[in-house]
């Protein structure tokens, strides 16, 4: 059966001596307090092989937050799905709402970046969601179907290696987070879209995070609705105390 995940974006937030210091902390209380869930942080590139060196990937996944869609050569400034994994990362997030908006990633590049991510033994966490004005034009299922749909080129075996994270993008930084029923509402269309393409059992397999001003104070709403498989988290991801709360509401 599915996993439960909470994962933290870190975004461009700490220095490296900040970030040391943060994964220290959360892998800390992670071994001081019983957990159901699996934990995973994704840090800036510039913190990985650090982090790393102070954490235990099999109590606490380590995650990029993007990488390539190319392998290797000149392409300055870009970091690749084996660079990343060199590191000892586990997972990379891809398609996050910043990247697409703000940096132009489309379905095709966001495609061949799940494919490095995973030819390179990295799960991919991999997000979707609509944008304030979809949202209110009623088109945000069929937005984020398209979004799901871009990963169809993948094997069975392939998707149900992919974690998806809903994240509505008016919910994002915003203090505005969706209800439990929207977003309850939006899991199950997408595992709906995932279960016609590859059926039941692989739907129901793959973990679905809600993202999206999730806080201690309405993760454990959100984590009760059936197909909200956990959250990943911004801005409370970067203080251990409040990143921890989410991880305890799945006790
Ligand atoms: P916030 O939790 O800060 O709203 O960010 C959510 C997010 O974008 C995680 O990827």
């Known amino acids: 059966m599915r996993k439960n995940i909470v994962a933290g974006n870190w975004k461009m937030n700490t220095t490296v001596g900040e970030g040391v210091e943060l994964a220290n902390e959360v892998a800390e209380a992670l071994n001081n307090t019983p957990h159901n869930c699996e934990v ?23 995650g990029a937050e993007n990488c390539s869609e190319h392998d290797k050569g000149a392409y300055t400034g870009e970091v690749s799905a084996e660079m990343v994994k060199s590191t000892g990362a586990t997972h990379v997030i891809l398609g996050h709402s910043e990247r697409r908006l703000y940096f132009g990633e489309n379905n095709e590049q966001l495609l061949t970046k ?20 979809e949202r209110e034009n009623g088109t945000y299922n069929d937005v984020v179907k398209g979004q799901v749909e871009a990963l169809f080129e993948l094997s069975p075996e392939d998707f149900s290696k992919i974690v998806v994270a809903y994240e509505p993008v008016w919910a994002i930084g915003t203090g505005k987070t969706a209800t439990a029923d929207q977003a309850q509402e939006m899991h199950a269309h997408i595992r709906n879209v995932i279960a016609e393409k590859y059926g039941k059992e692989i739907a129901d397999n793959t973990s679905i995070l809600y993202g999206g001003s999730c806080k201690p104070t309405n993760a454990k709403e959100l984590f009760a609705k059936p197909d909200v498989d956990g959250g990943l988290i911004g801005g409370a991801a970067l203080k251990a105390d409040s990143f921890m709360g989410i991880v305890e509401a799945f006790n």
């Open 40 to 62: 995973v942080i994704c840090v800036p590139f510039t913190h990985l092989v650090a982090v790393k060196a102070v954490v235990d990937t099999d109590t606490l996944g380590l």
């Open 114 to 133: 799940t494919r490095k991510a995973l030819a390179n033994g990295l799960t991919p966490i991999f997000c979707v969601g609509e944008v304030l004005e």
